[in-house]
């Protein structure tokens, strides 16, 4: 049996042997090369607060993206073959005699894993590292399509972790350069295309009062959306990309500016697809965002440093 990262309870990780629902006529097997770990979405789980509309109940298989190799084809399956590389983003389940019930909350963590292939896109070429980057794209992709695309418009993006970088980034592509930030730490504003970074919002001056149409939280941190409200023109837009613990917002402190709060979308397989094209023919350049690789076979030491250590960007862990 393929062994998995298991959140068996509050604050645990452990390594377990777990058994593959049954291939289904639509389903791939796939053999794991690497996965990552989403700091935002793994110390909410990790913490016993769900990031889906599943219930949430220990023990968890988390993990967002995985590439690997197809071992095995359903029998209705006929775009892919065994053979291919592929990138997916959520897997159909897991059993195991130990554990009655186990959530698999997106469920990429594993040596092994039966998928939909609803959610799954191949890749152009045999794998690199940055391809596990296609999911984080997706998302930028997906949240792009519902701000507006006029290249004159001023952004201010809150938050350089692997989100705001990679919007950042897509935003450039997309011929929006008008774009500063706000960012504790100096190597995540190194490798960001933004113009003006600022260690703290605060830093930014008076004459930045009322200068930004558009307002990007992808810190994860909310109330820096009131922070950032005398930045923000009157009835600007402010675009939340982060996983929030607690929605807490004192309304009365953004009344004045009277803002549009946009809501991310979640990405389609479209959005995948074309993240795939983009890294794949290298029209977006990700591969300085890869700051680490490390072995699942050691789950507590590689999310120690995935979600903890600040120099991290993303994380490969490998299989």
């Known amino acids: 049996m393929p062994k998995a990262i298991l959140y068996p309870k509050l604050s645990r990780i452990i390594l377990e042997e777990l058994e593959l629902v049954p291939l289904g006529k639509n389903h791939i097997r796939v053999r794991t090369i690497a996965t990552s770990a989403a700091p935002g979405v793994e ?3 990790l ?3 769900s990031i889906t509309r599943k219930e949430f109940r220990f023990p968890v298989v988390t993990g967002s993206e995985l590439i690997g190799e197809i071992i095995e084809c359903g029998e209705d399956v006929n775009e892919f073959q065994n053979g291919d ?3 997916l ?3 159909e389940g897991y059993k195991n005699s130990k554990f009655p019930v186990i959530t698999p909350i997106f469920g990429c963590q594993c040596a092994e894993v039966i998928a939909s292939t609803q959610n799954v896109v191949k890749l152009l070429r045999t794998p690199k590292p940055e391809d596990i980057l296609i999911g984080l794209l997706a998302f930028a992709i997906s949240a792009s399509e519902i701000i507006p695309h006029t290249a004159e ?6 938050g350089l972790g692997s989100v705001g970088l990679m919007m950042t980034d897509y935003l450039n592509h997309l011929n ?3 774009i500063d930030a706000a960012e504790k730490f100096i190597n995540r504003g190194s490798l960001s295309k933004a113009r003006q970074i600022a260690l703290d919002l605060t830093d930014f001056p008076e004459s930045y009062f009322g200068k930004y149409d558009l307002i990007i939280e992808a810190s994860g941190r909310l ?7 005398k930045y923000l023109k009157t009835r600007g837009k402010v675009l939340l ?4 613990d607690i929605m807490k917002l004192d309304y009365r402190l953004m009344q004045e500016k009277e803002p549009s709060l946009i809501l991310t979308h979640i990405p389609s397989k479209h959005h995948y697809e074309l993240a795939s094209t983009l890294i794949g023919e290298g029209i977006i350049s990700v591969e300085r965002f890869m700051t680490s690789v490390l072995s699942a076979y050691d789950p507590e030491n590689s999310l120690e440093i995935a979600l903890n250590r600040h120099t991290e960007i993303k994380t490969l862990i490998t299989w």
């Open 153 to 158: 418009q001023e952004i201010l993006i809150l």
């Open 176 to 178: 929006l350069k008008k």
């Open 85 to 87: 590389y592929v990138f």
């Open 241 to 244: 990309l982060g996983n929030y």
């Open 47 to 49: 913490t016993g607060k």
């Open 223 to 229: 109330l820096l959306v009131e922070e950032s409200m």
């Open 43 to 45: 110390r909410l789980l």
């Open 89 to 91: 983003w959520k897997t």
